[in-house]
Structure formats: C-alpha cells, structure tokens
C-alpha cells in the first residue's frame, strides 16, 4: 500500500460544503492551507476518488453519495473535476475471495434503488432473497491480508500511484522543510540549555504553603496554574 498516495476522507459527520471543500482543495494542492488540503494535489495527474464499500444496498448507496459529494451546489462551486470510482465489492470478489455473508432485514423491496446504484441481476438475486430479507457482505468479512491485496489490486488496476507536485508546489514544501529542520535544531539546543537551567534553579522553600496561600486567593484557579504564576515571579527576581 505504501506504493500509493492516498488521501482518506470519512464523509460521516462533515457537512456538505466542508466536505467539498477540503476535496477541491485536495486536487489543487494548495500549499500551507491546512483547511483546503496541503500539498495533497497535483493538477497534472488529476483527481480520482475511490469509494471502497460492501456488497449491500448501503455500499451500494455509497458510490452514489461520493458521485454526488464531488459535485457542484449552489453552496460551493468545485474549481477542479474529481472522477469517482467506485471499488466497491462485487458478487465476483465475494466468490473469489469465499467471503461469508451475513443476513439482513429490508422494509421494502431494495431492487429499483439497487438497479439505480449499478447492481447487477445476479448481485440483486444475491442481496435480496425474498420480502423483508436478504443478505449482504461487508469488508470486514475481509481477513486483514485479503483486504489489503485486494484493496492493492483494485488501486493498482485503476493507475493510483503517487503523487508528485509541480515545479512552484515542490519549492514552497522543499522552503517548509527546510525550515522546519531549522526550527527543530534551535529547539534541541535551546532545550538542553533550558534543561540545564531548570536542573540547576533553587526551589522556593515552603513552596507548599505559598501555592496554598495564592490558591486561597484564586480559587479557580488550578494548582498547576498557580505553580506556573509562582514559577514567573521566580525568574522575575532573579
């Protein structure tokens, strides 16, 4: 899996618009901007969103939620197009891979909605058994190793690979990096002096008694609060 650049989005709990948002800012790859995806994007290679899912009315609502979830509104107007594709399982996985189904109960009968998300007439036959029942597969009847494999040969059969960022999105992540790694050894050395510092300070005698008398004072205070007030008023006096 490590072969693939991917970006996994749950839509559970986003609203619509955040959703495309975070989406359309993904595919443009718009560097430092957290909210809209990072250097996630590369324009040259386009965008394609893979809807991995179970082989039940649910999974196959799914594709259909992700189609629609990368579409324009009236809300929010994608800059870029995103090409779903839906990897979802299908019967011939689920007898490839002797995958075991589980029974579920329907209020009514699932076959136009079914027919509508890409169904096949075998995979209906499959699913709804008769009124009110049927049965359906979902990915945890997957063991770990047959998930990944098979995860990996859809990604792969679909040209999934990674993503590399064009020439301007490169220099503004190298500059990030760069800076990053300056940061981070300013800090070591700045912290082996502050540890230094803090090993060698005297600590206030009685110190219990004066964060009991402060924390009388400032009861809403907590007391790592006050310890941290007392701790300023000790390097203000040295």
Request: glycine fraction near 10%; hydrophobic fraction near 35%; charge should be negative.
């Amino acid at each position: 899996m490590g072969r693939f650049a991917l970006l996994l989005r749950f839509i559970g709990g986003w609203s619509g618009f955040s959703g495309r948002r975070v989406e359309d800012g993904a595919v443009q790859g718009r560097p430092g901007d957290s909210e809209a995806g990072g250097y996630l994007g590369n324009r040259d290679v386009g965008s394609f969103e893979q809807c991995p899912d179970g082989l039940d009315l649910f999974g196959r609502e799914l594709g259909w939620a992700t189609t629609f979830s990368t579409a324009s509104t009236r809300r929010y107007e994608f800059v870029t197009e995103v090409r779903v594709i839906d990897l979802g399982l299908r019967l011939s996985d689920v007898k490839k891979c002797r995958l075991q189904s589980e029974a579920v109960q329907y209020r009514t009968d699932p076959t136009f909605n079914l027919e509508e998300n890409g169904a096949t007439a075998k995979e209906i036959e499959f699913l709804y058994r008769g009124p009110h029942y049927g049965q359906r597969v979902e990915l945890n009847a997957f063991t770990s190793d047959q998930f990944v494999e098979w995860l990996d040969a859809e990604l792969a059969e679909h040209g999934v690979e990674k993503v590399v960022p064009d020439e301007k999105t490169l220099e503004q992540a190298y500059r990030r990096a760069a800076a990053i790694r300056r940061y981070q050894k300013l800090i070591d050395h700045a912290g082996r002096e502050i540890s230094a510092y803090a090993n060698d300070l005297i600590v206030p005698k009685a110190l219990k008694t004066k964060l009991a008398r402060k924390l009388a004072k400032t009861p809403a205070s907590s007391w790592d609060e006050v310890l941290w007030a007392l701790a300023g008023d000790g390097e203000r006096s040295l």
